[in-house]
Nanobody, 128 residues
Framework: QVQLVESGGGLVQPGGSLRLSCAAS????????IGWFRHAPGKERDGFSC??????YYVDSVKGRFTISSVSGKKTVYLQMDNLKPEDPGVYYC???????????????????????WGQGTQVTVSS
């Protein structure tokens, strides 16, 4: 059994920063990659940044603004979000997957076959 717990969401002004954390436990981490997914109001839940032992992937809309990192063999995965924009709000989830390619992991759509575990989500609001 895998447990993922997100934290760090909140309210921030446009142009501001937040750091999200995804604390993972209960699994052999070498077998799983971790990704961040966002569920924006009125939209589908989409992946935008994923990390393996050797690779990091970002979709174009967050490239250069968001940074994914991990410590202790992905026991904690961070998402540093800078220059937040009005289109960034939503519930942010981390997910664990055995999908080997991080780009493919981030591209997984509903019903999210291949994403094995989810956290409970953390709310990010961008507003002045």
């Amino acid at each position: 059994q895998v447990q993922l717990v997100e934290s760090g969401g909140g309210l921030v002004q446009p142009g501001g920063s937040l750091r999200l954390s995804c604390a993972a436990s209960g699994y052999t981490l070498d077998y799983y990659n971790i990704g961040w997914f966002r569920h924006a109001p009125g939209k589908e839940r989409d992946g935008f940044s994923c990390i393996s032992n050797s690779e990091k992937y970002y979709v174009d809309s967050v490239k250069g603004r968001f940074t994914i990192s991990s410590v202790s063999g992905k026991k904690t995965v961070y998402l540093q979000m800078d220059n937040l924009k009005p289109e960034d709000p939503g519930v942010y989830y981390c997910a664990a997957s055995r999908t080997r390619n991080v780009r493919a992991m981030c591209a997984i759509k509903s019903p999210f076959l291949g994403l094995d575990y989810w956290g409970q989500g953390t709310q990010v609001t961008v507003s002045s």
